[in-house]
């Protein structure tokens, strides 16, 4: 996990950015022939811009999402579960760090980044704010989640920015595993005890809206789409890539005997596109300004865990501190 | 960890006092395992996140080996069965490992009191005349190395910083929970059968080891202890005596598996 394809617009942007044209143009050659931009190259200042803001939030939903599983590591039921989601929920944690570390190269730091997503200024993905009520909720975000993130970041991975791809790469390695993790827990509650079955199905029912929201709303094929898509910023429109998701785990999910709850989810035979019921747009919306569930208890837990832990950072910050040598 | 045993014999007068031995190991690597994962999301820095909870990943294989030799040559159930389903005061752990994590300062001490305990306890049992355990000690042994080097490293850092802070709250963290600690060497019933028959040492003998090596470490970090002889050990644990922050955490981790047992989870 856990990046959303979908990147809420910024408002009330309307810097006025002249790059030199020539090396605009250079750049767009570079991006076009399919090599990798890196932190010390030139870029458009609005590329810069773009990539923090996606990279960041991408890492924001790394140590926000870690929260919601997080919880269910201490109830694990028997050690083989509990050790696999301890070592997944670690890994999304270190992805953050990946991630922070890429944002960085693009000269924003670690701490401004955090900063801005405590004072609820940067966003994260908005599945987030949702709650984990049950142990079924680990198989669902860990399958289906984890699956729709793979899709977003398989498809950036092949992007222009170099350390975010190469970050990327590595994420991908391990999310692959996560599925595994996921899908493991989810068919033997699918195949379970009818306590095991219906909890799966709860799950299934109360995730699904919070899933279709996942890649976001259709693009509007903006002037300013096209330009990211140009730049190799935004690798698929967000539609392709609920489509591509629906294909390939609606029928996973059906072939367990399991429902969705979408009486208009269905492929056109025709076009070859999956069919589905409106996805209740206005509640994405209003999850993003701030009004899910979870918003609130989210961003209060990340934030008690930086005041708690200011002073051990501050303390490690001293300039004169001794220099411990590493051990290993 | 998957260490093939086979059952290997071993004399009814040594029997119970391996089960102690045993069960409060496990125990132990079992409840502050389940602490540890709990910062998971919530460490002062991601680093220190990705840290405690690799040292909870490796404390739960600990006590999954530890339940899996009681389960091998003891005829204990199953160890999920076992971790999951007793009472409370079926329950040997020291009480230094049910505390709540508290602030970064405890946990930190908490858990260089606790690895160097399990380094030297996995040191002398690596030489067990009962094999089964001498071959998992020395995997744990290799592990618990690692937990060292970054105990050592964060209390150093943390200690010797210009920060007053920082060192009042380690120090005061040493001060609290030293009792504690102490607590981790109650004596077993039957230790002195399994010193003689070189299964294992009595606590006593650990318990000296251990505060020698807890001077050493401590030394250069400017942080030291109290006078162990001032101080009370907190004793109990070992024969099921609990804090009552036990029996929540058991409540919690217990949760999912008591919806059905017998399910497959």
Known sequence: MYGGGYIPKEEARKAVVNDDPEMLAAFEERVARGEKVEPRDWMPTEYRRQLIRMIEQHAHSDIIGALPEGTWITRAPGFRRKLALMAKVQDEVGHAQLLYSAAETLGKSREAMINDLINGKSKYSNVFNYPAKTWADVAVIGFLIDAAAIVNQVANSKGSYGPYCRALERICYEESFHLKQGHSVFVYLATGTPLQRSMLQDALNRWWKPIMHFFGPSDEMSEHTLTLMKWKVKMATNDDMRQQFLSLYVPKIQELGLSLPDAELRKDPDSGKWLFGDPDWAEFFAVIRGNGPCNAERLAVRKAAEVNGAWVRKALQQADARYVTPLA | ?265
Not at chain 2, 86 to 95: A, D, G, N, W
Not at chain 2, 186 to 215: C, F, T, V
């Open chain 2, 1 to 265: 960890m998957n260490i093939p045993h086979k059952s290997v014999p071993i004399a009814d007068l040594h029997r119970e006092p391996l089960r102690h031995l045993l069960t409060a190991l496990a125990d132990d690597h079992l409840i502050l395992g389940h602490r540890h994962s709990e910062w998971t999301g919530l460490g002062p820095i991601l680093e220190e996140d990705i840290a405690f909870s690799s040292i909870a990943q490796d404390q739960m294989g600990h006590a999954l080996g530890f339940y899996t030799l009681l389960h091998e040559h003891l005829g204990a159930p199953d160890p999920d069965i076992h971790a999951f389903t007793r009472q409370e005061t079926e329950f040997s752990c020291c009480q230094l490992v049910e505390w709540p994590i508290g602030d970064y300062d405890f946990s930190l001490t908490r858990h260089l009191f606790f690895d160097l305990a399990a380094g030297l306890r996995m040191e002398t049992l690596s030489l067990s005349s009962f094999k089964p355990l001498a071959q998992l000690a020395t995997k744990i042994r290799g592990e618990v190395k690692y937990h060292m080097f970054h105990a050592k490293t964060m209390v150093n850092q943390l200690g010797n910083s210009n920060d007053e802070t920082a060192r009042a709250r380690m120090q005061t963290a040493i001060n609290r929970q030293f009792g504690l600690a102490l607590g981790m060497f109650e004596p077993r019933l039957g230790e002195q059968i399994l010193d003689d028959a070189q299964i294992a040492p009595i606590e006593s003998k650990w318990r000296e080891r251990w505060l020698e090596a807890l001077n050493a470490v401590l030394d250069g970090s400017g942080l030291h202890i109290p006078d162990p002889d001032r101080i009370e050990p907190v004793y109990g644990g070992r024969n099921g005596y609990h804090t009552e922050y036990l029996q929540p955490l058991l409540n919690e981790m217990t949760e999912v598996f008591r919806l059905d047992p017998q399910a497959e989870w």
